[in-house]
C-alpha cells in the first residue's frame, strides 16, 4: 500500500469511546502537516474537555462494571495475545501512516511500529500468566503463617504519549496497564494523531469488551483536561520535562499516581582504551537514531585528551555519512525533523551556540529544497555548562566534549540536570566501573541496548518510575495486605 497526502484512510473524524466511533463535540480538527513536503497528510478531532468526559465515563464504566478487571489475569493475557495478532496484521499500513506523520524513515518506522509493539503485547501477555502476577504470599514477622499481598488493578488510567515513536511509545504503557486490569483513555500527540486509530479498528475487529481502549486526540488543552479529570485513577506520561512537571503538580494535588518518562541529555563517555572502530558503529545509531528525535540518544560525546584528534575526526565522518533524505527511501537514515516548532527549536540552539563561541564543524544548515529537513551537525569547543551541551536539543546534534581524566568526565557526565541513558566504550574490565558513578537510569557498555526485562526511566529531570520489565505492571496496580 502506497500512501499519500491526499489518501482517505490517513483521515478521522470521530472519537473512540465505550466500543463505538463518537461524533466529537467541537468542528475543531487537528491538521497532520507532512515534514518531507508541507502537504496535508490528514485530519484528526482536536478533542475538547467534553469528549475527555465521554471517554472517561467509558472507561469508567468498563472498569466498574464490565468485566475487563474481573477477568482473571491468564484471561486478560489470551486478549493481549489476540490484539497482537491483529496490529501484527496491520504493521506494514501502520509504519506508513507514521513514516506520513512524522517523517520516521521506514528503515525504523517498520520495526518501531510493526515489530516492537507487538512484542510488548506478548511480552505482557505472559507476564500476565506467571503465578504471582495478582497475589503472593510472605511469612509474619510477628505471628505464625503467612499474609497475602493481593496486587489490583489501579482504575481509569490516562495514557499521554508522545509522537516520536508513537506506536511503541504507547504500547509500553497500554500493555502492563491492560494486564493489570485498567480500562485505558489514550490521547496521542497532535503531531500524530492518526496510527492509533489502529488500536481502535484492532480491538473492534476482535471483539474486546467496549471501554478497556477509549481514544481522543488533541493538544495541551486535551491533556489537561484528561490529566485534571476526577474520573482518572493513574496517568502515564511520555514527552518533556517542563509538560512533565505540569502533570505531577496537578496529579499530585489529585494524590493520583504518576509514571513520567521524560527528557536526556545522555553522555557516551570513551574511555582511551575504547575500540574506535566498535564505538562508531555504534554511535551511529545511540547518537542519530530517529533524527535525533529520541529522548535516549547520546547527545553529548566525552572524548579523552589524548584521542580527542581522531575522535573528533572520526565523529565529523560519521555525520557526513548519514543519508538524509526522503523517509519512504529504503536508503534513508535520517528524514526530516517533525514540524517547524523542532526545525526552528534545533536550528535556534545551534545558533545561539555559534554565536557563544561554539564550533560548529560540520552540519548546522537547513537543507533544501523542502520541508524540515536539517544536516547532521557537531559542535565543539562548547562550554559544558553552556545551553547546547545542558539542553535536549532533540534533533541530530552532538556536542563533543574533551576531558583530562576519568575522575573529570564522570563529573561531565553527572553534570546535567538530566539523566535517562547513557553509555561507557572501553576495555571490559573498565566500563562497569564507570558506568556505575554515571547517575542515570539506564547505561550501557560499549553500546546502548534497552531490554524490556529490565526497568528502563530516569533520574533527576528525567521521569519518576520505570517502565518496561514486569515492574511496569506495578504502575498500575494497587497493593493491599491481607494479613492472617
Not at 538530566?418 to 572501553?426: D, E, H, K, S
Request: glycine share 10%; net charge negative; hydrophobic share 40%.
Amino acid at each position: 500500500m502506497t500512501l499519500t497526502p491526499t489518501s482517505p484512510t490517513l483521515s478521522r473524524d470521530r472519537i473512540f469511546a465505550g466500543g463505538e466511533w463518537l461524533s466529537p463535540a467541537s468542528s475543531a480538527e487537528l491538521v497532520v502537516e507532512s515534514p518531507v513536503d508541507h502537504s496535508e497528510v490528514g485530519r484528526a478531532p482536536d478533542g475538547t474537555a467534553e469528549d475527555v468526559d465521554i471517554a472517561v465515563r467509558a472507561a469508567r464504566e468498563a472498569f466498574d462494571h464490565g468485566p475487563w478487571p474481573r477477568m482473571t489475569a491468564a484471561e486478560r493475557a489470551d486478549w493481549l495475545d489476540r490484539l497482537a495478532d491483529e496490529m501484527e496484521r496491520r504493521g506494514g499500513t501502520t509504519s506508513e501512516i507514521i513514516t506520513a506523520e512524522i517523517g520516521q524513515p521506514v528503515r525504523l518506522s517498520r520495526p518501531w511500529a510493526g515489530v516492537r509493539p507487538i512484542t510488548h503485547l506478548r511480552y505482557y501477555a505472559n507476564v500476565a500468566r506467571r503465578p504471582d502476577f495478582e497475589e503472593e504470599e510472605r511469612p509474619n514477622v510477628y505471628g505464625t503463617g503467612n499474609s497475602i499481598i493481593r496486587h489490583e488493578p489501579l482504575g481509569v488510567a490516562a495514557l499521554i504519549v508522545p509522537w516520536n515513536h508513537p506506536q511503541a511509545s504507547l504500547t509500553l504503557k497500554l500493555a502492563p496497564a491492560l494486564a493489570a486490569g485498567c480500562t485505558v483513555v489514550i490521547k496521542p500527540a497532535p503531531e500524530s494523531p492518526l496510527d492509533v486509530y489502529q488500536f481502535a479498528e484492532a480491538s473492534l475487529a476482535i471483539g474486546m469488551p467496549p471501554g478497556v481502549i477509549n481514544i481522543v486526540p488533541g493538544g495541551r488543552d486535551t491533556g489537561q483536561a484528561l490529566v485534571a479529570h476526577p474520573g482518572t485513577d493513574k496517568i502515564g506520561f511520555t514527552g518533556s520535562s517542563e509538560a512533565g512537571r505540569h502533570i505531577a503538580s496537578v496529579a499530585g494535588g489529585r494524590l493520583v499516581p504518576v509514571t513520567l518518562e521524560l527528557g536526556g541529555k545522555s553522555a557516551a563517555v570513551i574511555l582511551e582504551s575504547a575500540d574506535l572502530d566498535a564505538a562508531f558503529t555504534s554511535l551511529r545509531t545511540a547518537a542519530f537514531d530517529n533524527t535525533g528525535q529520541t529522548c535516549a540518544l547520546m547527545s553529548r560525546i566525552l572524548a579523552p585528551r589524548a584521542l580527542y584528534p581522531e575522535i573528533h575526526e572520526r565523529l565529523v565522518a560519521l555525520a557526513g555519512d548519514l543519508v538524509v533524505g526522503d523517509p519512504t527511501d529504503e536508503a534513508t537514515e535520517l528524514g526530516p525533523l517533525v514540524s517547524r516548532r523542532i526545525h526552528d527549536r534545533v536550528s535556534g540552539m545551534v545558533e545561539r551556540a555559534r554565536a557563544a563561541g561554539a564550533t560548529v564543524v560540520t552540519g548546522g544548515q537547513v537543507l533544501p529544497p523542502e520541508g524540515y529537513f536539517y544536516a547532521p551537525t557537531i559542535v565543539t569547543d562548547a562550554a559544558v555548562d553552556s545551553e547546547i551541551a545542558q539542553d535536549e536539543v532533540f534533533g541530530p546534534v552532538v556536542t563533543l566534549l574533551p576531558y583530562d581524566t576519568v575522575d573529570e568526565a564522570v563529573r561531565i557526565a553527572n553534570d546535567s540536570h538530566y539523566g535517562l541513558a547513557g553509555a561507557v566504550y572501553g576495555a571490559p574490565d573498565e566500563v562497569l566501573g564507570v558506568a556505575r558513578r554515571i547517575r542515570t537510569g539506564s547505561i550501557g557498555l560499549n553500546g546502548y541496548r534497552p531490554d524490556l526485562n529490565t526497568p528502563y526511566g530516569g533520574y533527576k529531570d528525567s521521569g519518576l518510575g520505570r517502565e518496561f520489565a514486569p515492574e511496569a505492571v506495578r504502575n498500575f496496580q494497587e497493593t493491599k495486605s491481607i494479613w492472617r
